[in-house]
Structure formats: structure tokens, C-alpha cells
């Protein structure tokens, strides 16, 4: 199963034809993750069309108020709780990407995956935080706890997998996948990038 992530910078629900392009990405086989941070995705939501390979990726910086702190808006955790359940409730499948940096408590993320498994999401990606020296020991270790408490071989694979692309600034281009956990293509495109293909 090839595997597509697409990102922006901000929101890449801020591009008008996300949509097209990821149904585009799915029409060709592969499984399309379209990163949001949730304030548009209640309005946008009606352009999707559920399936299996199409997660809605929605990224957190921790709990409410260290989200909304980090976001520098006030509700922004609010409107991104509020993005999963209108795609849960739409039928979409739901990932979650975690960023890590030097502000992020262990104990707050283990909280903040407690409340995601309670409301049931399809799976956590965690990186750390690009704009933030991600190659701190202090990072470093965070993730590397962040990862253990995803309790699955996939999403860290997975986790290790995106933050080596977006770290490596290879947008567009195939990475590596860990061959002792899948045999599976996958790819980070930016939304600007897709748009232009």
C-alpha cells in the first residue's frame, strides 16, 4: 500500500482543489494522509468522500492549552476536536499528528492519547518539532517516549518515517520505508507541490 502524506506549512485545506488532488492520489492506489489543523475542516468536510485510503490528519501540539498556546490561537484545540468528530461522524478515517518539542510534557501526551482513544481515532503519528532544533537530546527523548506510548509497530514506523521526509525537506520525494516492519512505498508531498503536479 503506497502511502501519500500531504502538508502544508499551515492548512492544506487553505488550497481551493485539495480535494481533486487527493482523490486524484487515491484513484491511483495510494492511501492519501491530508494534514489539517482543523479550522477549516467542518466547512470542507462535504468535498471528502470517505474510503479507505483517505485519512484525515489532523496535527496537535499537546493538550488544550498547550495547543492553543503553541497555535498562538485561543480554541484552536476546541475547533480541532470538533474536526475529528464531524469526520468520525462523516465516516472518514482519522490519524492525529503529534509534534514534539521542548515545551511538550510526557505526561500531558499520555493524557492527551488517553482522550484520543477514547473518542477512537484510527492512529498517532508523532515527529518532532522542524522548527524547533528536533535533534535535542531534551526532543529527542520526548519523542522517543511519545512513540513507546503508541503501543503500535505501524504509526511509529510510520512517525519515524515522516519526520525523516519533512526533517530531510524532501518534498516531493519517496523515502525509504523500515524494512523490518513494511515493504511499502511512501511519499510527503506538500499541498503547494500537488497542486502543481
Same mark, same amino acid.
Given at each position: 500500500? $503506497? ?6 506549512? #499551515? ?26 489543523? &482543523? ?6 468536510? #462535504?468535498?471528502? #468522500? ?11 501540539? &499537546? ?14 484545540? +476546541? ?7 464531524? +469526520?468520525?461522524?462523516?465516516? !472518514? ?14 505526561? %500531558? ?10 473518542? %477512537?481515532?484510527? &492512529? ?29 509497530? !505501524?504509526?511509529?514506523?510510520?512517525? /519515524? ?7 530531510? /525537506? ?6 525509504? $520505508?523500515? $524494512?523490518?516492519?513494511?515493504? %511499502? ?10 497542486? &502543481?503536479?
Amino acid at each position: 500500500m $503506497p502511502v501519500l502524506w500531504l502538508t502544508n506549512e #499551515h492548512d492544506a485545506l487553505a488550497h481551493t482543489s485539495i480535494a481533486r488532488v487527493a482523490r486524484e492520489f487515491q484513484e491511483t492506489g495510494r492511501t492519501v494522509f491530508l494534514e489539517t489543523d &482543523g479550522s477549516q475542516l467542518r466547512r470542507r468536510i #462535504h468535498e471528502f #468522500h470517505p474510503n479507505d485510503r483517505l485519512y484525515l490528519t489532523l496535527r496537535l501540539y &499537546g493538550s488544550q492549552a498547550a495547543h492553543d498556546r503553541r497555535t498562538n490561537r485561543e480554541g484552536a484545540f +476546541a475547533l480541532a476536536m470538533e474536526g475529528i468528530r464531524a +469526520a468520525q461522524l462523516s465516516g !472518514f478515517l482519522v490519524c492525529i499528528h503529534q509534534v514534539i518539542d521542548s515545551e511538550t510534557r510526557v505526561e %500531558e501526551i499520555e493524557q492527551l492519547l488517553t482522550q484520543l482513544r477514547a473518542m %477512537e481515532v484510527d &492512529g498517532v503519528v508523532a515527529t518532532a518539532n522542524l522548527a524547533e532544533r528536533p535533534e535535542r537530546l531534551e526532543v529527542r527523548g520526548k519523542l522517543y517516549a511519545t512513540k513507546s506510548l503508541l503501543r503500535n509497530a !505501524f504509526w511509529a514506523s510510520l512517525s /519515524s518515517d515522516v519526520e525523516y521526509a519533512l526533517a530531510a /525537506s524532501l518534498l516531493p520525494r519517496r523515502i525509504a $520505508p523500515q $524494512p523490518q516492519l513494511l515493504a %511499502e512505498e511512501r511519499e510527503i508531498v506538500s499541498a503547494n507541490e500537488a497542486l &502543481g503536479r
